[in-house]
């Protein structure tokens, strides 16, 4: 990267040869969650930022540089993030996968998280890619939480709380390699949706939204709706219409999507027909699950 000034720290289960520049320091933490591992780099590190970033993603090269400017503009900016795109360099099924979640049809008003798009304050934000001051942190508390995922919605509401901004801005960028379609991805999925259904009734100023129930809408839609055609005919009709329409959204979708991408031909069709089972399968992962985390008295990681 182009910043000089930073250092790594490595937060492993375990201590393992190696063989790093005097910049980087690895710090065993023992199989805990990663959101005790980065309260312990927290606690280590020298630095007035911390900024946070996964195992399976790297940084733009001004990925610091493009951060720091934002810091600087205003003290009331307590945390810088940006978006996690999926590398070129990816398989076709991890290609797949980062084109599901790049998907409006999936990730609706939060596809920021996944694509460049325009600047904004956000209230929550995933810690693949995620800048805060030091002090700040220290001062919330950090993650706390033995959460994960979700253990960053709860680190943005502390920071909500303390009278901060996050600003999500383009330049800070970061390349995040997905996991494959179809059981990894989904997989993912089914974590993603327990924990969100969970906090919509633990911490509701951040995740009581309204855009986070449509799967699970979709899911009693299509069950139910399946149930009372039999019943009542003029609702065949109408189930039939819904079913079809959603299907020409998906199918026109992951089309646009596939064939927007740089690969050849082949893989074209393969991506329309991995992201298009992606999408529905991401659904009905998601509204199924979300509904299980609204019904749960509390995490298995608690």
Request: contains cysteine; glycine residues 6%.
């Amino acid at each position: 990267m182009d910043c000089k000034d930073y250092e790594v720290i490595i937060l492993p289960d375990k201590s393992f040869i190696h063989s790093f520049p005097s910049s980087v320091r690895v710090i065993p933490t023992g199989e805990v969650t990663p959101p005790y591992k980065r309260d312990i780099g927290a606690k280590k590190a020298k630095g007035e930022i911390l900024a946070f970033i996964d195992d399976d993603a790297y940084p733009d090269r001004n990925w610091l540089n493009e951060a720091m400017k934002i810091f600087k503009e205003d003290s009331n900016i307590g945390c810088v993030c940006g978006p996690a795109v999926t590398p070129s360099s990816d398989g076709i099924k991890e290609k797949a996968s980062g084109l599901v979640y790049s998907s409006f049809l999936v990730s609706g008003n939060h596809i920021y998280r996944y694509l460049p798009k325009k600047r904004r304050e956000s209230i929550d934000f995933p810690s693949c890619n995620f800048l805060v001051r030091k002090d700040l942190f220290l001062k919330v508390g950090g993650f706390e939480k033995p959460y994960w995922p979700g253990e960053d919605t709860f680190l943005c509401l502390k920071i909500l709380k303390a009278g901060k901004k996050i600003i999500y801005d383009p330049k800070v960028l970061v390349y995040h390699h997905r996991r494959p379609l179809f059981k990894v991805h989904l997989k993912q999925i089914r974590k993603y949706a327990l924990h969100r259904g969970y906090f919509v009734k633990k911490y509701p100023e951040n995740s009581l939204r309204i855009e986070y129930f449509f799967p699970s809408l979709f899911v009693i839609g299509i069950m139910g709706g399946f149930f009372l055609s039999f019943y009542f005919t003029f609702l065949f009709s109408l189930y039939i219409f819904f079913l079809s329409f959603y299907l020409f959204l998906v199918l026109t979708n992951s089309a646009i999507l596939a064939f927007r991408e740089k690969v050849n031909l082949v893989n074209k069709i393969k991506l329309f027909f991995l992201v298009s089972s992606g999408i529905i399968l991401t659904h009905l992962f998601y509204g199924i699950y979300f509904i299980k985390g609204l019904l749960m008295q509390k995490m298995s990681e608690e």
